[in-house]
């Protein structure tokens, strides 16, 4: 492969404008594609074989509304005295905002407080859609399903709440399934101030403009390629909408990243005085070797998570893998063009640092850390590991589901609506379950089944069933006591499932399902609970045969295994911290606690344990190329720690830059992919890799690179830095010391 990546490598360099230009058109053809034929982005939450979504199929069946989208209208009077039992006023404005809403394109029908309010409190009361103390009124609105509405039906109801606000008495919220399907991702100045720290730590790095801008620009084109190619892969898959943020965060951190250690290398060659375009091949057969490496790690991991079964997640890492697949074919294509234009200009207003005789950056001040660790392996490998495992202890408190609207800032409709439904009928009525049963053959089980429903003490209030005789189905909508992230609502669906169905439907052929989104989202959660930790043995397998194919070494491997479950669950241990207990969650702009997103810890698994390969190829490839030199294991892990230490900060430095700017927007889903990704790049990067690494590799001895002879004939040779077998390099004749050797390295 190094022959093939050094040829790519020349012709890029050699050619650039041809490859550019290809670029520019493979670029022009997907945007245009994108603005003309590309489907909208949705959210679709269907899991086969779960119990919910046998509720959903079963009322979809039946051509019931209830298989559609909701939304809500909530609505107060502004006059805190005045309520709508006794204000005249409140009522006819409340009459007006049902009859707009009402006819709002693709509505299929509302509630009717106006209506029952006409019977009298108590009978609005007993309707559920007025509050006891008359201060809350919701008007539901009920849609088809999301296959047949688009993001149109959202702005038409944004639209309409703005219109009923105009002149109203009354303070008028929105919130409900349309926001949660159709509402995009809003982005911030987070987002654009990690970019511009990454920025900031590039020029620090490479002391140059040019070699700075390169990776950036680079990540960019490959971002914006990457995101817009999302609107045509829902022709395959249907793409969740909070894939583009997701794509955003790991495309710029693994684009900025393999950028890095490809300039990092091509400077390299270039102060030891070869061409540009010998220095551009050499840099891509060597760096671009284990970019790719690197990266189709990455895709292999974060495609498994397919092995969940839960298709949004697939979809999520589908888009995600083909960012970062752009982002491994630009770095060994476009980034050397790039390369290749700029020239010896890439070391302009470089900075003279330390240098190797190889042109390498050795840092003596990482020596003499390394050295002072390996002094003291004992010490800093016992107390470091301790301190990854409290981290990691409140793991065991993990609690997985999904934060409802009331973990967002009250600066949004959806919240502020939340909490007038919380105050005024509790907090149940947040997360209605939807019970959907099947009487096609035993329609006696409805009444038993209502009374058994509502005298279960999670349940606040059972609504009057809704009977489709022809179609066999029954409807019952139950309040539960308590907010449908808090873990009560949770023990209350299992033990509706459990222990208050069976007794009345086990002699019957009726079944009984609870369905609605608080149900599936626990659903899912049991389900990617229940997988993880296969996926996490098979994540860790994989990762341990790469290694000893590539490190020919036994312990080398499975110490980086153990590791990389530190860091990880040092992430995980954060995220619970923050997350579940509010430990510094003001901090990070977060309105309440909330469980932690079900996806969440096995998305996080994927994606760090392919940029943790990133730093750990890195790391001892250089260690064991001193290794074979020298035979001396001391030296060579001090030697290959020092002349990688810089690169690796810098490149952990911009990728929790980029990560934490994420961790500022609203969202609390990306909020937590963002602190946790940040977190364990920072773990795995400085205290693993500069602490935990040349402590046990230390006390390893020699032992670090055995491996039994039987096995080391059987195993495929891998050079991972590429360079043999190339041919000698291309020297410059009259190379120009201000030009070329005043470059600082990285």
């Known amino acids: 492969m190094s022959h093939a990546l050094y040829r790519l490598g020349r012709f890029a360099a050699r050619r650039p ?100 309010l006409a019977q009298g409190p108590e009978a609005a009361v007993m309707s559920g859609s007025v509050s006891p103390d008359g201060r809350v009124a919701l008007i539901g609105l009920q849609y088809p399903v999301i296959q047949d509405l688009d993001p149109i039906d959202l702005d038409n109801f944004k639209e309409f709440g703005d219109e009923a606000r105009v ?10 399934d349309l926001f949660f399907s159709f509402e995009e991702p809003q982005t911030g100045t987070g987002e654009m101030l990690g970019l511009i720290t990454a920025v900031i730590i590039l020029l620090l790095a490479f002391g140059s403009l040019i070699a700075m801008g390169l990776p950036v620009g680079m990540a960019i084109f490959g971002l914006t390629l990457g995101i817009s190619a999302m609107s045509l892969i829902t022709y395959l898959v249907d793409i969740p909408s909070f894939a583009p943020q997701m794509g955003s965060m790991i495309g710029l951190g693994v684009g900025i990243d393999y950028a890095l250690f490809l300039v990092t290398r091509h400077r390299e060659f270039l102060a030891r005085g ?36 839960v298709p949004f997640l697939t979809a999520a890492g589908i888009s995600t893998s083909v960012i970062v697949l752009i ?84 600066t949004r409709t959806e919240r502020r609506a939340y909490d007038l439904v919380a105050d005024g009928f509790g907090p149940g009525i947040n997360g209605p379950l939807v019970i959907a049963i099947d009487i096609s053959e035993d329609a006696s089980v ?21 009977i489709n005789v022809e179609a066999g189905v029954a409807t019952v909508i139950a309040f539960p006591t308590t907010s449908p992230q808090d873990e009560a609502t949770l023990e209350t669906i299992k033990r509706l499932r459990a222990d208050v169905f069976p007794p009345l439907l086990d002699q019957s052929p009726a079944k009984a399902h609870v369905g609605g989104a608080t149900a599936s989202f626990a659903d899912i959660g049991d389900k990617v609970n229940g997988r993880l930790l296969v996926f ?74 392919g940029l943790s390969m990133d730093y750990e190829v890195f790391l001892l490839s250089r260690v064991r190329e001193e290794y074979l030199l020298t035979g001396d294991n001391d030296r060579s892990v001090v030697h290959g720690i020092a002349s990688t230490a810089r690169v690796i900060t810098s490149a952990a430095l911009i990728m929790i830059s980029v990560f934490l700017g994420f961790v500022l927007g609203d969202d609390p889903i990306i909020k937590m992919m963002g602190l ?6 920072f773990v795995d990067a400085t205290i693993v890799r500069v602490v935990l690494v040349p402590a046990t590799m230390k ?7 055995w491996i039994p002879g039987w096995l080391d004939r059987l195993l495929p040779t891998i050079d991972i830095e590429g360079e043999a077998g190339l041919p000698e390099p291309d020297m410059e004749k009259d190379l120009d010391p201000d030009a070329d050797k005043q470059g600082a390295l990285v």
């Open 676 to 681: 946790g990704l940040a977190v364990a790049i």
């Open 327 to 410: 982002m491994v074919v630009a770095s060994v294509t476009l980034l050397p063009a790039f390369l290749g234009l700029a020239g010896h200009w890439i070391n302009r207003l470089g900075i003279r640092r330390h240098k190797g005789a190889d042109g390498r950056t050795i840092g003596a001040g990482w020596e003499r850390w390394v050295e002072h660790v390996a002094a003291n392996a004992w010490a800093y490998a016992i107390g470091v590991t301790v301190f990854l495992l409290v981290l990691t202890a409140p793991v065991l408190a993990l609690r997985l589901g999904f934060p409802d609207d009331g973990t967002l800032p009250d």
């Open 699 to 705: 006390l390893m001895g020699d032992a670090n690179w």
């Open 536 to 609: 996490i043995a098979a994540v860790i397998a994989l990762s341990f045969v790469l290694l000893v194919v590539v490190f020919r070494s036994i312990l080398v491997p499975l110490k980086a295994a153990v590791l990389n479950l530190l860091s990880i669950g040092a992430a995980y241990g954060v995220l619970v911290m923050v997350f579940q207990w509010g430990w510094g969650k003001s901090l990070i702009g977060l309105e309440a606690t909330v469980p932690i997103v079900s996806f969440i810890p096995m998305f996080m698994f994927a994606i760090l344990f």
């Open 167 to 176: 002149g109203s008495p009354l303070q008028v919220e929105l919130r409900g």
């Open 17 to 116: 404008w041809t490859v550019i230009g290809t670029w520019v058109l493979v670029a022009v053809v997907v945007l245009g594609s994108s603005a003309l034929f590309g489907r909208e982005l949705e959210d679709s939450f269907e899991v086969p074989g779960l119990d919910s979504q046998d509720a959903v199929d079963l009322l979809t069946a039946a051509q019931s509304d209830r298989a559609g989208l909701t939304a809500q209208v909530v609505v107060t009077p502004l006059d805190e005295g005045a309520t709508f039992f006794d204000s005249a006023q409140a009522q006819s404005a409340l009459r007006d905002v049902q009859e707009l809403a009402a006819s709002l394109p693709n509505v299929l029908g509302t509630t009717d407080p106006a209506g029952a």
């Open 274 to 309: 070869m061409t540009v375009e010998e220095s551009v091949g050499r840099a891509v057969a060597t760096g671009g070797q284990a970019v790719i490496f690197a990266g189709g790690t990455v895709v292999i991991a974060i495609l498994g998570l397919a092995v969940a079964g």
């Open 446 to 466: 409805i009444e038993p089944l209502v009374r058994a429903i509502a005298g279960d003490s999670g349940i606040a209030a059972v609504a009057p069933p809704e």
